[in-house]
T-cell receptor
Framework: AQTVTQSQPEMSVQEAETVTLSCTYD???????LFWYKQPPSRQMILVIR??????QNATENRFSVNFQKAAKSFSLKISDSQLGDAAMYFC?????????????FGQGTRLTINP | KAGVTQTPRYLIKTRGQQVTLSCSPI?????VSWYQQTPGQGLQFLFEYFSETQRNKGNFPGRFSGRQFSNSRSEMNVSTLELGDSALYLC???????????FGSGTRLTVV
């Protein structure tokens, strides 16, 4: 079964500091992609970063980077120099072709609070 | 470039009624997926359409259905609404599974 687990329901960090959000996943697929999405109070799900499973190099997008450990099935998100606008729900997600169709599987989310 | 558009943004329905939600994907995106988001269950996959064909369906009762038109716009329908159907319904479009998914702002459905 394809599952994504985020063990931290809530996290908080001081503005300008660094925070790491954890994610583990379970899959039997060999070809898959991993994502982190951000959902602010506006409800719009916004793609933060994407990682191809076949790439060993960790993806980075400005202040956002991931630590992808394929053998451990771990995919954590590091936010550097946290800003007030980073406050949101963060969802880790996995996608693959499952039974002939693409499907996105989400974790339960981590609510990130930024303290000024 | 226009994003994914979902209408309406908010909807209040009475138990037993039916509802239709609409999703217009990004131009050129042929895959459209629907998700239900609730505080208790989180984000759950409803179904995915590609070129007017339903390719995958989540574990939801038959009251939940959908379709996709030739212009890739998609609708989902929920019949005989129950209180538990109250949720945020999100639509996402994609150029392909490796390219990521772009989400709309969702439709907040409240069943009373």
């Amino acid at each position: 079964a394809q599952t994504v687990t985020q063990s931290q329901p809530e996290m908080s960090v001081q503005e300008a500091e660094t925070v790491t959000l954890s994610c583990t996943y379970d899959t039997s697929e060999s070809d898959y992609y991993l994502f982190w999405y951000k959902q602010p109070p506006s409800r719009q799900m916004i793609l933060v970063i994407r990682q191809e499973a076949y790439k060993q190099q960790n993806a980075t997008e400005n202040r956002f980077s991931v630590n992808f450990q394929k053998a451990a099935k771990s995919f954590s998100l590091k936010i550097s120099d946290s800003q007030l606008g980073d406050a949101a729900m963060y969802f880790c997600a996995y996608t693959a072709i499952i039974q002939g169709a693409q499907k996105l599987v989400f974790g339960q989310g981590t609510r990130l609070t930024i303290n000024p | 470039k226009a994003g994914v558009t979902q209408t309406p943004r908010y909807l209040i329905k009475t138990r037993g009624q039916q509802v239709t939600l609409s999703c217009s994907p990004i131009s050129g995106h042929r895959s459209v997926s629907w998700y239900q988001q609730t505080p208790g269950q989180g984000l759950q996959f409803l179904f995915e359409y590609f070129s007017e064909t339903q390719r995958n369906k989540g574990n939801f009762p038959g009251r939940f259905s959908g379709r996709q038109f030739s212009n890739s716009r998609s609708e989902m329908n929920v019949s005989t609404l129950e209180l538990g159907d109250s949720a945020l319904y999100l639509c996402a479009s994609s150029l392909g599974w490796t390219r990521g998914y772009t989400f709309g702002s969702g439709t907040r459905l409240t069943v009373v």
